[in-house]
């Protein structure tokens, strides 16, 4: 029940971060909150996601404490991006300007990544995995092709 729920209404955070605004000569310091949505992604953002998390790379052994902070950093920096994608979509190039979402894309990933806790960023990142439903995706992917390959029983009767 809880699963279905979170797939149809989706799941929302809020982020605090500063942003300097220019007046004149002088740049004031707004505090500014932004609030998230993700919601259950279309194919074209489930397509995106799933790259993403090809790119995570844990198979290296860490061998000293600055590998492992390289690895951390990259891994946040990872997860930031696919919160963002999460949260944005990635839409049609037919009727979205692509460059446009991308930077909207790469400024929603610096915000998180800044601005966000490791230990929030690491559960609204399980969230996205969880809410991409990808186990139900791939089931019925695998159901489509059995159907592909069984032979179609003919209706009609020969004479």
Not at 35 to 46: A, D, E, F, G
Not at 68 to 82: E, F, I
Not at 141 to 155: A, E, F, N, Q, R
Request: proline residues 3%.
């Amino acid at each position: 029940m809880e699963h279905e729920t979170l797939l149809q209404r989706g799941f929302v955070f809020t982020i605090t971060y500063k942003k300097r605004i220019r007046f004149w000569k002088y740049g004031i310091v707004r505090i500014v909150k932004k609030k998230v949505t993700i919601h259950q992604p279309p194919l074209s953002t489930l397509s995106a996601l799933a790259t993403e998390f090809l790119k995570f790379d844990f198979e290296n052994e860490i061998s000293n404490h600055k590998e492992g902070s390289k690895l951390a950093v990259d891994t946040c920096r990872q997860v930031s991006s696919v919160i963002a994608i999460a949260s944005i979509g990635i839409h049609d190039p037919k009727v979205v300007d692509k460059e446009k979402e991308q930077i909207q894309i790469e400024e929603l990933t610096d915000i998180i990544y800044y601005n966000m806790t490791p230990d929030l960023l690491f559960k609204i990142g399980t969230m996205v995995r969880f809410i991409m439903n990808i186990g139900n995706f791939t089931t019925s992917i695998s159901l489509i092709k059995d159907l592909k390959k069984s032979l179609p029983t003919l209706i009609e009767k020969e004479d």
